[in-house]
């Protein structure tokens, strides 16, 4: 079974200050992977997905992710935290075994201080 | 561009009660699916469908039934609600491995 797991479920950072979100994934076979944020009252925007191509994705708004195979790791990262930046954020696995199906993370939510 | 489109946004159900949450897409996609949203749990897959006349079960399907006679449309449907389905309903549709979601249903069943 694939599934993944995000370590913390909140994050504080101070505006400006590197943002990082964790995640871990289960799969039998190289997974596809995915960033997703929802903001309140929303549903879920793609930020960015790895699908076998570059190990670093670059997705919306400044948003980047590093898959790597030895860590079973696809952390989420942007240099510099803005406010706009403060909501929840899912990852999630889709793969071969399970087709097109996508599975969630439990989520992160993001705090900015200013 | 309408994207996915879910209706009701809010509704309050007794128990008992039956209720069908409407999705369409007008993408064209293939694949469609219904999640449920609960706090610190993040999304449950309750049903998917692969094309029309083609549906399956997710992690979480019980209480639920869905249907997909048309590319474009994926009814889920509650026949007997209860307090555990209070929940923020999510519907999805994708196309090369990007899922594309609905603004939401927010369900209390009281």
């Known amino acids: 079974a694939q599934s993944v797991t995000q370590l913390g479920s909140h994050v504080s950072v101070s505006e400006g200050a590197l943002v990082l979100l964790r995640c871990n994934y289960s799969s039998s076979v190289p997974p596809y992977l995915f960033w997703y944020v929802q903001y309140p009252n929303q549903g879920l925007q793609l930020l960015l997905k790895y699908t076998s191509a570059a190990t670093l994705v670059k997705g919306i708004n400044g948003f980047e992710a590093e898959f790597k195979k030895s860590e079973t790791s696809f952390h989420l990262t942007k240099p510099s935290a803005h406010m706009s930046d403060a909501a929840e954020y899912f990852c999630?696995?889709?793969?071969?075994?399970?087709?097109?199906?996508?599975?969630f993370g439990t989520g992160t939510s993001l705090t900015v201080i200013p | 561009n309408a994207g996915v489109t879910q209706t009701p946004k809010f509704r309050i159900l007794k128990i008992g009660q039956s209720m069908t949450l409407q999705c369409t897409q007008d993408?064209?996609?293939?694949?469609m699916y219904w999640y449920r949203q609960d706090p610190g749990m993040g999304l449950k897959l309750i049903y998917y469908?692969?094309?029309?006349?083609?549906?399956d079960k997710g992690e979480v399907p019980n209480g639920y039934n869905v249907s997909r006679s048309t590319t474009e449309d994926f009814p889920l449907r509650l026949e007997l609600a209860a307090p555990s389905q209070t929940s923020v309903y999510f519907c999805?549709?994708?196309?090369?491995?990007?899922?594309?979601f609905g603004q939401g249903t927010r369900l209390t069943v009281v």
């Open positions: 993408m064209n996609h293939n694949y």
């Open positions: 999630a696995v889709s793969g071969t075994v399970t087709g097109n199906q996508f599975y």
């Open positions: 999805a549709s994708s196309r090369d491995r990007e899922a594309f």
């Open positions: 469908s692969v094309g029309a006349g083609i549906t």
